[in-house]
């Protein structure tokens, strides 16, 4: 079974296919924010759409991480670290490109388990 939830024109926020859970690529609102506070806000819209989605941070499987600028790695790291569940890590990947406005520093892609 497929359910969409926020879904427009062009994509849906969070799709579900049975168990997995797959979010869009998420930016921050407040593009204003150096990394850490833009990597801070992607990671708070994860935990709500994770938790709408019957989820949490300990069901990451899998995550794609975008900076714009790879300078950037160990300040995005930081804040990561922090997040990030240290008993049940993701397998993850992060790389320098060019995102869709200059203003944002970082996008994150995931995909989850539902909680058991």
């Not at 890590?89 to 994150?108: H, M, Q």
């Amino acid at each position: 079974m497929i359910t969409r939830l926020h879904t427009g024109p062009r994509m849906s926020r969070i799709v579900t296919h049975n168990d997995t859970i797959y979010l869009a690529g998420q930016v921050a609102d407040d593009t204003s924010q150096a990394i850490q506070g833009q990597t801070r806000q992607v990671l708070d819209k994860i935990d709500q759409l994770l938790s709408e989605a019957g989820s949490d941070k300990s069901n990451v499987l899998s995550v794609t991480i975008w900076l714009a600028d790879i300078a950037d790695f160990a300040e995005m790291n930081a804040v990561w670290d922090q997040w990030v569940d240290k008993a049940a890590p993701p397998v993850r990947a992060t790389c320098e490109s060019r995102l869709a406005r200059p203003d944002l520093k970082v996008e994150i892609l995931l995909i989850a388990a539902r909680r058991a």
